[in-house]
């Protein structure tokens, strides 16, 4: 993510089209999260499944090899993505339904994902230092067999099914105000980070930043997310949901404020990326704490799927698309000014509409 925009930028097409490539990566998590969830649950063979879409999304993402221009490049990436986010989702049950009793484990085991991201976007970027961007694609093919081979060192499971839930349940849920204010406030979230994911790189490379610099302020905002999933309970006990939201929401609104005007000085630049802690750590520790509580355990899946299509899917998507329009119309710092506006606006649907989950759904969830 760090240097795909980077790469397309180098390939020659253009920011609209650069940002509709992009979007691609988020829009298929508007329906692949829930064909894959429905398909794990339905047969109970996620790790089968997991194996599958690791080897068919490599394959697929082979074809940006034959550099089959802009829309050629769109179908490759939309087909390598809808398997590709088969990936993580299925894992994720995996590790919970491995974890079994001690789900508590669960922080150190997702801590790799982040050391992970760290030392690649590192080596990468130290590599592209030395060699041209148009050698990223080849400088991931060694990660993309090393998922395929440890998704077969993994032992697959006995098939069990999910039972039925309570017919009905779900549409209650999905329309309580509490629950469209909360599915509104994370869609402008990702709308806000479309220019992030989309233009960051090629806003600090417009700014004389080296391909080693940018790969290491990207990691920092990594480590800034780690830091706080270290201490999200204890902010838990001290504030209220609705508070840390808020709060979140406003440090995220000031970080893009901050990368958008204040770019050339490194320590504002450093400090930014710190709030990277707020503006996804905080909030996605809180959304899978409010599925939890919200939907319970019959619609958790349901709700996840949703969770994920709805903001990372179609928020991340139209951000990265629309973000294009800013940035081809006048400049990347205008594409971050659009996201601090974004946040405003989910400011104040957050501080009238967003209400904590029922009391008894909290308490049994623990």
């Given at each position: 993510?760090?240097?795909?925009?980077?790469?397309?930028?180098?390939?020659?097409?253009?920011?609209?089209?650069?940002?509709?490539?992009?979007?691609?990566?988020?829009?298929?998590?508007?329906?692949?999260?829930?064909?894959?969830?429905?398909?794990?649950?339905?047969?109970?063979?996620?790790?089968?499944?997991?194996?599958?879409?690791?080897?068919t999304?490599?394959?697929?993402?082979?074809?940006?090899?034959?550099?089959?221009?802009?829309?050629?490049?769109?179908?490759?990436?939309?087909?390598?993505?809808?398997f590709?986010?088969?990936?993580?989702?299925l894992?994720?049950?995996?590790?919970?339904?491995?974890?079994?009793?001690?789900?508590?484990?669960?922080?150190?085991?997702?801590?790799?994902?982040?050391?992970?991201?760290?030392?690649?976007?590192?080596?990468?970027?130290?590599?592209?230092?030395?060699?041209?961007?148009?050698?990223?694609?080849?400088?991931?093919?060694?990660v993309?067999?090393?998922?395929?081979?440890?998704?077969?060192?993994?032992?697959?499971?006995?098939?069990?099914?999910?039972?039925?839930?309570?017919?009905?349940?779900?549409?209650?849920?999905?329309?309580?105000p509490?629950?469209?204010?909360?599915f509104?406030?994370?869609?402008?979230?990702?709308?806000?980070?479309?220019?992030?994911?989309?233009f960051?790189?090629?806003?600090?490379?417009?700014?004389?930043?080296?391909?080693?610099?940018?790969?290491?302020?990207?990691?920092?905002?990594?480590?800034?997310?780690?830091g706080?999933?270290?201490?999200?309970?204890?902010?838990?006990?001290?504030?209220?949901?609705?508070?840390?939201?808020?709060?979140?929401?406003?440090?995220?609104?000031?970080?893009?404020?901050?990368?958008?005007?204040?770019?050339?000085?490194?320590?504002?630049?450093?400090?930014?990326?710190?709030l990277?802690?707020a503006?996804?750590?905080?909030?996605?520790?809180?959304?899978?704490?409010?599925?939890?509580?919200?939907?319970?355990?019959?619609?958790?899946?349901q709700?996840?799927?949703?969770?994920?299509?709805?903001?990372?899917?179609?928020?991340g998507?139209?951000?990265?698309?629309?973000?294009?329009?800013?940035?081809?119309?006048?400049?990347?710092?205008?594409?971050?000014?659009?996201?601090a506006?974004?946040?405003?606006?989910?400011?104040?649907i957050?501080?009238?509409g967003?209400?904590?989950?029922?009391?008894?759904?909290v308490q049994?969830?623990?």
């Amino acid at each position: 993510m760090p240097y795909w925009s980077l790469y397309l930028e180098g390939q020659g097409f253009t920011y609209l089209q650069i940002a509709t490539l992009m979007a691609t990566i988020q829009l298929t998590k508007i329906v692949a999260p829930s064909v894959w969830g429905w398909l794990g649950d339905r047969t109970g063979q996620r790790v089968r499944l997991v194996r599958f879409g690791a080897i068919t999304g490599s394959l697929f993402f082979a074809g940006v090899f034959l550099e089959p221009g802009f829309y050629g490049l769109l179908l490759v990436m939309l087909a390598f993505t809808f398997f590709w986010n088969a990936i993580l989702p299925l894992y994720e049950v995996i590790t919970l339904r491995t974890l079994g009793k001690r789900k508590d484990k669960y922080g150190k085991v997702r801590l790799w994902g982040s050391v992970g991201f760290i030392v690649a976007v590192g080596l990468v970027g130290a590599i592209l230092e030395y060699v041209p961007i148009q050698s990223l694609p080849w400088l991931l093919l060694p990660v993309f067999a090393g998922i395929a081979v440890s998704a077969f060192l993994l032992p697959a499971e006995q098939g069990e099914r999910k039972p039925s839930a309570p017919k009905g349940s779900l549409k209650a849920i999905v329309t309580h105000p509490a629950v469209i204010a909360f599915f509104l406030m994370n869609f402008l979230l990702q709308v806000s980070h479309g220019a992030y994911y989309t233009f960051f790189s090629i806003h600090l490379d417009q700014h004389g930043y080296g391909k080693l610099s940018i790969g290491l302020l990207w990691s920092l905002g990594v480590i800034a997310e780690i830091g706080l999933f270290l201490v999200m309970h204890r902010l838990s006990h001290r504030f209220s949901f609705r508070q840390i939201a808020i709060g979140a929401l406003t440090l995220t609104m000031i970080r893009w404020v901050l990368i958008a005007e204040v770019t050339d000085v490194l320590a504002v630049l450093i400090f930014a990326q710190c709030l990277h802690a707020a503006s996804y750590g905080a909030l996605h520790a809180l959304s899978v704490q409010y599925i939890q509580g919200f939907f319970g355990k019959h619609h958790h899946g349901q709700g996840q799927a949703l969770y994920s299509g709805l903001t990372f899917g179609a928020g991340g998507a139209l951000g990265a698309w629309m973000s294009g329009f800013l940035v081809d119309g006048f400049s990347t710092s205008a594409a971050f000014w659009g996201g601090a506006v974004a946040m405003l606006v989910a400011i104040v649907i957050t501080w009238r509409g967003l209400r904590p989950p029922p009391a008894p759904a909290v308490q049994t969830e623990g």
